[in-house]
């Protein structure tokens, strides 16, 4: 599966941003999906994922109530609204495809990912 971030960039804190990733290619007919985040230096983070159907989502603690991640079968693509961003959240988004069915929170869980989109907060 090939995955495309997109929907990334420069927001004031406290303000939202709706990031999106396009699913093509693969030969999987359903897979979970996930966002994770990573700053320099540091491992890649896990922020939201939703299961196959989209009817399950999984949050971490410090998003939960703001972010909503989403997916329209439809059209291969999954979203990420994200809410009352602030200045610690600054970092590269990526999008992820799991080969199982089930949303999860483990980065090795994942084999497909997209190239990633900056999403900067400014303070």
């Known amino acids: ?6 929907g990334g960039g420069l927001v004031q804190a406290g303000g939202s941003l ?16 996930g966002w994770f985040r990573q700053t320099p230096g ?3 983070e896990f922020v939201a994922a939703i299961n196959w159907s ?11 109530g703001r972010f909503t ?3 329209d079968s439809a059209e291969n693509t999954i979203y ?4 009352s961003l602030k200045p610690e959240e600054t970092a590269v ?5 799991s080969p199982g069915v089930t949303a999860s929170s483990r980065v090795w869980d994942y084999d497909s990912w997209g190239q990633g989109t900056q999403v900067t907060v400014s303070s």
Not at 1 to 6: D, N
Not at 18 to 30: I, Y
């Open 18 to 33: 709706k990031l999106s990733c396009a699913a093509s290619g693969g030969t999987r007919s359903s897979y979970a999906m």
């Open 42 to 44: 540091k491992e890649r």
């Open 80 to 83: 990420l609204q994200m809410n």
């Open 69 to 71: 991640i989403s997916r």
């Open 54 to 64: 989209g009817g399950v989502t999984y949050y971490s603690g410090p998003v939960k």
């Open 93 to 97: 988004y990526y999008c992820a495809a």
């Open 1 to 6: 599966v090939q995955l495309q971030a997109s």
